[in-house]
């Protein structure tokens, strides 16, 4: 079961790079988002197509058709890239691991079904929850490639359910079945005495779930136009990449921590005209977790979240709570969110483990209808609280032009007292119907101008 190869290994014990820090003029937020927008672009790919019943695929969805996508994928490749082409059907398979200027295209109708028996996903180089670990492959995955895509119109369908890899997420009672709580609370332990990662083997055993897509220090991706649905964990997890383009993708997945789309350590990210309906956050950006997060001290930067479409889900744009890494230079504009089952608009998770810097956020011209719980909301409270040595910051933060129809409060805003949340300003902003008043408590420059409250001015 194992496959620690030499690549895989040395490149865990690698480490990545410092990212350097983006400056812009302090009166003009929104100057950087052109700049961001204009540097990010979707690969191209060679107009040669490899269909996968070329290679051997039977669709049905009865027959593993997982060696036959991996010998599509190396023709693509071998040839200097193309499209792998997987047509109208059902189609079964284990792993698939993308190689540069390969373009894996899910036609309309097609539906790739994945294998839920861990056997097929062999260990690689991974993240689980911030910490960087060897385990199960995610279920497509591409490490340390260029030019690569998932297109189309068709759907990659996890099969995750309460049955198989759901259910590894345990609880918090008596344990029933295998489940992820020793292994999790294990690889904790090891990030924080320094284990190298290459020691950090887990696989069979561990029971700590792959994510569904995550290309791993790659460079110009995209995925485009597809539907995922039923994800062991986190859907699409871009992890220290750059130049990364998600676009009109449909989320629709409910077990746990089956969050949409989280950009971690990733540089120049957007995410476009999604529809998110989601067991965890919609869209939740992080850079690693506690000394992990330190150690590679890898941003999160320069992402854009614009015309997208949250209904279930914690958060709508989230940031944290793996933060340790800092996340800055984050625009989400031009959104709808309307769900009960969505719990905020725009949230912040942070504490004294952590210890990240969330900086530069802005928000403008977003329609929500009913959220569960605040609008707004910092919570430096998260988890461990203030139960670890590192100060949490959260400054320099705007919201401009949010209409919420229905919420709990307007924001719900929690620093410590001796590290308070800084710049907070929210203008021209509507808040028709708040259950509760706000909170504001260890808040340092909160700047409120043109706010309407249940019909009053704020």
Not at 285 to 301: C, F, Y
């Amino acid at each position: 079961m194992l496959n620690c190869t030499r690549r895989n290994v040395l490149a865990a014990m690698a480490g990545a790079a410092v990212a350097p820090r983006r400056v812009f003029a302090a009166n003009d937020p929104w100057a950087l988002h052109a700049a961001i927008l204009k540097r990010i672009g979707a690969p191209k790919f060679p107009s040669k197509d490899f269909p996968v019943t070329r290679y051997g695929a039977k669709s049905g969805g009865k027959i593993d058709c997982t060696e036959a996508f991996r010998s599509a994928i190396e023709a693509a490749s071998r040839a200097g890239g193309g499209r792998v082409i997987v047509p109208a059907g059902v189609w079964l398979s284990g792993a698939i691991h993308l190689k540069s200027g390969v373009n894996l295209v899910v036609e309309k109708d097609a539906t790739i079904r994945f294998l839920t028996d861990p056997k097929h996903y062999p260990i690689v180089l991974t993240r689980f929850e911030g910490m960087e670990c060897m385990n199960y492959s995610p279920l497509v995955y591409a490490f340390d490639q260029t030019n690569i895509a998932i297109t189309g119109e068709g759907t990659l369908d996890g099969q995750a359910s309460a049955e198989n890899w759901w259910a590894w997420k345990g609880s918090r009672g008596p344990a029933r079945g295998p489940n992820q709580m020793a292994a999790r609370a294990r690889l904790g332990e090891m990030v924080e005495r320094g284990v190298p990662v290459a020691e950090r083997i887990f696989g069979d055993g561990g029971n700590l779930r792959p994510m569904f897509v995550q290309p791993y220090r790659c460079t110009n991706v995209l995925i485009e136009g597809v539907t995922l649905t039923n994800s062991p964990m986190y859907e699409m997890h871009p992890v220290l990449c750059t130049n990364v383009t998600v676009r009109n993708v449909k989320v629709s997945s409910h077990g746990p921590n089956n969050d949409g789309c989280d950009p971690e350590s990733s540089r120049d990210v957007l995410i476009e005209g999604c529809t998110f309906d989601t067991g965890d956050d919609c869209i939740a950006i992080k850079s690693g977790r506690n000394a992990d997060g330190r150690r590679l001290h890898a941003p999160s930067e320069n992402i854009i979240v614009q015309n997208c479409t949250m209904k279930d889900g914690h958060g709508g744009v989230t940031m944290g709570s793996e933060c340790s890494g800092d996340i800055r230079n984050v625009f989400a504009q031009d959104c709808r969110m309307d769900s009960p089952h969505l719990d905020r608009v725009l949230r912040f998770k942070n504490n004294a483990m952590r210890g990240g810097v969330i900086e530069h956020v802005y928000l403008r011209n977003v329609q929500a209808g009913q959220v569960a719980g605040p609008a707004i909301e910092v919570d430096f409270h998260y988890e461990e609280g203030e139960k670890g040595p590192f100060t949490p910051v959260v400054r320099d933060v705007e919201v401009v032009n949010l209409t919420c129809k229905k919420s709990q409060t307007a924001w719900t805003l929690r620093g410590f007292e001796k590290a308070p949340v800084r710049d907070v300003r929210i203008r021209s902003c509507t808040f028709e119907s708040t259950a509760k008043p706000n909170v504001a408590e260890n808040v340092d420059g909160l700047v409120v101008e043109g706010v309407t409250i249940n019909g009053q001015k704020a």
